[in-house]
């Protein structure tokens, strides 16, 4: 008759020879010399006896260095180092420890697609733990002497997946085996709660920031289409020079004219303002330049004269107050490269030798 012994870890009868427990897969260690060796007959224990406790570290010849660490008891063990074994079994308070750590491995990863910006890291993490996740299940179901294939169960919407979870919960044949805290648990723990403390400030920072981005550009948006669809129409072929400061008077000019169009924005009336109306004494002959600062519109005409004659004017319009004002008179008028000052510049003889220069800060009126 073949020798027997009692497995180590789930405390079921095996055969001696047996490299790995048929109940709960795990693989059976070399028994110091020292240590009591477990072999009876298979018939030596009476029907109806009562299955002992699973040994002891003591009695599987295990010290407490060689006791595993948390980590890898309740992760490594069940999610890699069993990563497709759907014949084992797996004890309750493991099997739910296991899914606590899985959980709380989540929460980094998290963090750090925030900090990134896009879930890579977390989805690879899904895909490669769906398999250890259904052997896990598939193991937990065994421990109750139950048919792996109830998993299946879980397909059915809703009502399945609760069933699946009172069958889990429910108790199971085999003891979990010891473990205990070791500093590689307390290192892991740590980095984790860093990297999750810095992923989730940098994300949640980067998520404000294009939310506050969004929304910027979302009511920007929304200005301009208000302002597009109430903007009056202009004559057509002229160019918007400027707007008042309330909003409400729109100055066009069109190439090749002396006219200043306003559109009353709330009437949406059309008004010509004639230039060569605004001053009795100045000819406007034709626009030279125009610039816009502040509320004004400043202007540089060209009388249209020869030789002495010939010279140009500057003046501005408040678009606020609807006034002219007439700058200076000179025999030529120019702006600087910004257009933030007038420059003008009049003979003070007939020879052209000589010349009288001023300057007019546009920021003075």
Request: charge should be negative; hydrophobic fraction near 40%; charged fraction near 20%.
């Amino acid at each position: 008759m073949e020798e027997t012994k009692r497995c180590p870890y789930c405390g079921e009868e095996i055969l001696a020879t047996v490299k790995k427990c048929k109940h709960c897969g795990e693989w059976q260690e070399e028994k110091p010399a020292n240590a009591a060796e477990s072999i009876q007959p298979a018939t030596a224990r009476p029907a109806g006896t009562a299955t002992p406790p699973p040994a002891s570290p003591a009695d599987t010849g295990q010290t407490a260095d060689s006791v595993p660490s948390l980590i890898e008891r309740y992760y490594v063990e069940v999610f890699f180092r069993h990563y497709a074994d759907f014949k084992g079994k797996l004890p309750r308070k493991q099997f739910w420890i296991a899914y606590l750590f899985y959980t709380l491995s989540i929460i980094p990863l998290l963090a750090i697609n925030m900090m990134i910006g896009f879930p890579v890291l977390f989805l690879i993490y899904l895909l490669a733990t769906i398999v250890p996740s259904i052997a896990a299940s598939v193991r937990r179901l065994h421990d109750m002497g139950t048919s792996g294939w109830w998993y299946l169960i879980s397909l059915i919407p809703t009502i399945g997946n609760i069933l699946l979870l009172i069958l889990l919960c429910q108790k199971g044949k085999t003891d979990t085996r010891p473990a205990k805290a070791k500093p590689s648990d307390w290192i892991a723990l740590a980095i984790a709660v860093v990297v999750s403390i810095v992923g989730f400030a940098v994300g949640t920072n980067k998520m404000a920031k294009l939310f506050s981005d969004g929304l910027t550009g979302m009511v920007t948006e929304s200005v301009i289409a208000d302002e597009m669809e109430s903007k009056p129409e202009a004559p057509e072929g002229a160019t918007l020079a400027g707007v008042s400061t309330d909003g409400n008077y729109w100055y066009y000019l069109k190439e090749g004219e002396n006219n200043l169009y306003q559109i009353d924005k709330s009437t949406k009336t059309l008004y010509t303002i004639n230039m060569n109306e605004a001053f009795d004494h100045v000819p406007i002959y034709s626009i030279e330049d125009y610039t816009v600062y502040g509320n004004k519109l400043f202007f540089i005409t060209y009388n249209g004269g020869n030789g002495m004659g010939s010279a140009c004017d500057a003046f501005y319009f408040d678009m606020d107050n609807e006034k002219w004002q007439h700058i200076a008179f000179a025999k030529d008028i120019e702006f600087n490269e910004d257009k933030t000052v007038l420059k003008a510049s009049s003979p003070t003889s007939e020879d052209y030798e000589s010349f009288e220069e001023h300057e007019y800060d546009l920021s003075e009126f």
